[in-house]
């Protein structure tokens, strides 16, 4: 069982473009570590390294101890998984199994015995046969990953494997590959731009942004304790209210709010679901639009300058646009330089 | 035809419904007839040359049939030589230039070098030039050469005619491979030739066989540079027939020649149309 | 990918690999003989015919070759007579093509794939084969003449070996690409913005000139280009199916060259050609670099 260790890795394009700045990451044996950030912000780039389809300006990285930095992608231990799954069209099922199989130069029972077993794991056994272009967009991404576990590689990595299937089938398919992943204790990387299929499936999260890691943790840590206002913001739904303190008090338009830190600017970071509503006479806020979901309500606000907050609420009946409501929140955290310096 | 059947089939199945009566489409009827009047008939009446022996004006149908002209055809020295040297030709020119032209397609689609893209279009000034005046242009460099009337002369005229073709045709071939389906054999552990072997090639392979194809039968048929490099020492198939239709010899030669040669090129040239699509081939000539 | 913004068709594994010359060893070959056998005959023919000795041997610009052809009325005959056939060509074609290829690109089921492949079938057909046919078919005594003498009809006066031989068979020889030019064009024009059209109430025929008409010009230019540029030095079929006097350009060239023994002249009609088509050779190239781009 395997250990990837990254150190202090760059990548600078042409351009010049950094793409991954002094990134540095342990995946532990067995763990699944989700890259999470929006589009360029340097995951897939960090992913196609580990795999050796880009080579790093800089930076170490090792499986078990072995320097990998330097190997072309057919010498590393590394089994990938494309987003557009890359089967080999001109080959049916069996063959694009067996294909990696007969360059490690196996004996022909062996390869047989071999996709069969990993062709049973992924849920397709008897589909040998098939040529790839006659399976469904589940069924083809099932035989990309049996592709590169097949190979039994020290390291998975899953380049947004769901992102071309249907919402549906993107949740029943990353239980699948959480439970295949649990069972073989296979140490992982994956790549993904959505928050749920990281909350759902990772071990821990690594959000990224610009290259850089915005903070590392389990996924309900990330959810519930955000370090930075960027992780607070990506993840989840979250009011982010800028504005200035001044003598241990928060302000902005109308709204006040108490917070021991020093003197300055900060950004108050609130979830909607800890954001209680007051009828007010003279609330710091007016209501502007009441969405009723049925279980729950989504209250919009606006602050009277342009700022929009959202708010849960149990009862949307009580709501009514136009309103004026003042603003109990529940728990809340304050970020001040790019870090968190309070929360209640 | 087939939009009749399906209303019949409803109007049996489901007798109250109201018979839909489907215009008739004279516009295509009239271009049908018109055009297998044009394109076919002339076509059959060759076929039907072939396989006569006696034909005598003003007779609708042939006076006799039958395969005597095959074998006086067949057993001419002068057809089976230009035969031989035809295929010899077409063979030789197809090699080399699947030799000098894929391995740039490959370049020309995956590497990036200084001024790929000038060189890249620079295949189109052939086909810039009326290609007869290109011939002259040609003919008066290889004249000071001594390349007029030998075999490698009309090589040469005839490699250059197929560069576009087997340059620019594959490389949307290699073009329209994945990357990905490279990196992930990468990723099992081919090394990059056996990538480009195992890969690339095979999922490029139908298009560039069909590329390969239409420049052997191009070749095979080229006539104006065999005519004007080639002549009086090589004498390929199509300047063999010019020579049988000028000088008005026994009718049927000509026909039997058309037959022979043209079914099997005709069949090799639909499958490689098949492969190519009617799309991109007009793309290729700028549609 | 979604991730990684820069330079989306990044070469596998380093972009370094890439800078390397490999790719210019790879594509030496083949632009070394498009510049030996395509540009050089080119420049060598130009200079050859400017360039050269005057009766006194001494070497300088020198345009006697070019005032000889446009003062020889049988040169300007021949030149005349392939301009005539180029234009009726080019005529042709379009009358013929461009109802096909509407009609094809507006209909679809078994009648229109059965005339698509007739209108592309000559693509398929050696112009050497369609010389013979063509013989056999309006020559004296041909096909036509049997069938109109069958049903009482007086014989046709057959065009074969007038300047109507070569427009024939260069007509029917050009139609498949042609017709494959305009239907990629007409490909282009959406089926709503016709839709549109019709609802405001335009009928057939202000939809051809307003909609459709605008929209294929380019290609239109591009068929004929490539028609002009194929027909106007054409060689085989007018050698075979036109009038010995005049000749099209393409067999007098190919008889000033190797019967007259006369390279100089040759050349000379050569680069006359060049000159009449280089604006359709311009325009060819441009759209067919146009549409690569893309």
């Known amino acids: ?344 | 035809m087939k939009q009749l059947a399906p209303a019949l089939v409803m109007a049996s199945g489901r007798r109250k419904s109201i018979p839909v009566r489907i215009p008739t489409d004279w516009t295509g009827i009239i271009f049908a007839v018109v055009l297998s009047a044009a394109v076919i008939l002339p076509l059959l009446v060759v076929g039907v040359w072939a396989f006569t022996e006696v034909w005598r004006y003003p007779n609708v149908i042939p006076q006799q049939f039958g395969l005597r002209f095959w074998n006086q055809t067949l057993t001419r020295a002068d057809v089976w030589s230009a035969l031989t040297l035809s295929l010899q030709l077409s063979t030789v020119v197809t090699l080399l230039s699947a030799a000098i032209c894929l391995p740039a397609a490959y370049a020309f689609a995956r590497l990036s070098f200084p001024g790929r893209n000038v060189l890249f279009f620079s295949f189109l000034a052939g086909h810039a030039f009326p290609k007869f005046g290109l011939l002259i242009a040609i003919a008066a460099i290889f004249l000071q050469l001594n390349l007029i009337g030998t075999f490698w002369g009309v090589v040469l005229i005839q490699l250059v005619g197929t560069l576009l073709f087997m340059i620019w045709i594959p490389v949307a071939a290699f073009q329209s491979v994945d990357r990905r389906m490279e990196e992930a054999a990468r990723d099992v552990g081919a090394g990059p030739f056996r990538v480009f072997w195992s890969i690339t090639l095979p999922q490029a392979g139908p298009t560039i066989a069909a590329a390969v194809l239409l420049s052997f039968v191009g070749t095979f048929y080229e006539t104006e540079g065999a005519w004007l490099i080639g002549a009086p020492g090589i004498r390929t198939m199509p300047v063999l027939m010019i020579s049988f239709i000028n000088n008005q010899m026994v009718i049927q030669y000509g026909a039997v020649l058309s037959v022979m040669l043209w079914v099997p090129s005709f069949i090799a040239l639909m499958f490689a149309r098949r492969v190519i699509g009617g799309g991109a081939f007009a793309r290729g000539f700028g549609g | 990918m979604t991730d990684a913004a820069p330079a989306a068709p990044r070469p596998l594994i380093d972009s370094n690999d890439s800078r390397r010359p490999t790719g210019l060893l790879l594509v030496a070959i083949p632009v070394f003989l498009v510049g030996w056998l395509v540009i050089w005959p080119i420049i060598n023919a130009i200079v050859r015919t400017l360039w050269r000795p005057d009766e006194s041997g001494a070497i300088g610009f020198n345009l006697d070759s070019y005032v000889f052809f446009f003062s020889d009325q049988y040169s300007i005959n021949n030149l005349t007579i392939t301009l005539w056939t180029t234009l009726m060509c080019a005529i042709l074609l379009l009358v013929i093509c461009l109802p096909i290829s509407l009609y094809l690109r507006f209909s679809a089921g078994r009648l229109p794939a059965y005339v698509q492949a007739m209108a592309i079938f000559p693509m398929f057909v050696p112009s050497i084969i369609l010389a013979y046919a063509f013989i056999r078919v309006l020559g004296p005594n041909g096909m036509v003449d049997i069938l109109l003498n069958s049903v009482g009809l007086p014989k046709i006066r057959t065009p074969y070996l007038t300047p109507w031989g070569p427009v024939i068979g260069l007509v029917w020889d050009n139609i498949p690409l042609t017709v494959l030019i305009l239907l990629s064009g007409l490909g282009n024009v959406a089926n709503q913005a016709i839709e549109a059209a019709r609802d405001v109430g335009a009928n057939r025929l202000q939809v051809f000139w307003h909609i459709i008409l605008p929209r294929i010009s380019n290609s239109v230019l591009v068929a004929i280009s490539f028609a002009v540029l194929g027909i106007f030095s054409s060689f085989t079929l007018p050698y075979l199916l036109g009038p010995a006097s005049p000749e099209m350009m393409g067999p007098f060239m190919n008889r000033t060259f190797r019967e007259v023994n006369d390279p100089l002249n040759a050349i000379t009609q050569a680069v006359i050609t060049f000159c009449f088509c280089i604006a359709f050779g311009l325009f060819y190239v441009r759209s067919v670099a146009r549409n690569q781009g893309k």
């Open chain 1, 1 to 344: 069982m395997s250990v990837l260790k990254i150190t202090d890795v760059s990548k600078i394009f042409a351009g010049p473009t950094v793409a991954v700045d002094n990134f540095s990451l342990e995946v532990g044996d067995g763990e699944l570590v989700c890259l999470l950030g929006p589009s360029g912000s340097g995951k897939s780039t960090l992913l196609r390294m580990v795999g050796g389809f880009e080579r790093p300006t800089s930076g170490l990285m090792t499986i078990d101890g072995d320097d990998i930095t330097q190997l072309p992608p057919e010498r590393r231990p590394t089994g990938m998984v494309f987003q557009s799954h890359a089967l080999w069209t001109h080959m049916n099922v069996f063959k694009n199994l067996a294909f990696g199989l007969k360059l490690r130069g196996l004996p022909k029972e062996q390869i047989t015995e071999k996709v069969e077993a990993v062709l049973e794991l992924v849920g397709l056994a008897g589909y040998g046969t098939r040529g790839v272009n006659q399976l469904s967009g589940g069924q083809q991404q099932r035989v990309a990953l049996a592709r590169s576990l097949v190979l039994e590689p020290k390291i998975l990595l899953l380049d947004e494997p769901f992102a071309s299937l249907d919402q549906h089938l993107r949740e029943r398919l990353r239980e699948e590959v959480r439970d295949i992943q649990q069972r073989l204790k296979i140490t992982t990387l994956f790549v993904t731009h959505g928050q749920d299929e990281a909350l759902a499936m990772a071990d821990r999260i690594v959000v990224m942004r610009d290259g850089r890691t915005e903070q590392i943790d389990r996924p309900d840590v990330v959810y519930r304790e955000p370090q930075t206002p960027f992780v607070a913001g990506f993840i989840g739904t979250m009011n982010l209210i800028e504005g200035e303190v001044s003598k241990g008090r928060f302000a902005r338009a109308d709204f006040r709010i108490d917070i021991p830190i020093p003197d300055g600017p900060a950004t108050l970071a609130i979830r909607p679901e800890a954001l209680d509503l007051e009828a007010a006479e003279a609330g710091v806020a007016q209501v502007h639009r009441v969405t009723d979901y049925g279980t729950h309500g989504l209250v919009d606000l606006d602050l009277g300058d342009g700022t929009r907050l959202k708010a849960m609420v149990a009862h949307p009946d009580l709501f009514s646009e136009g309103q004026k409501v003042n603003l109990k929140p529940q728990a809340m955290a304050a970020y001040r330089d790019n870090a968190r310096v309070y929360r209640s």
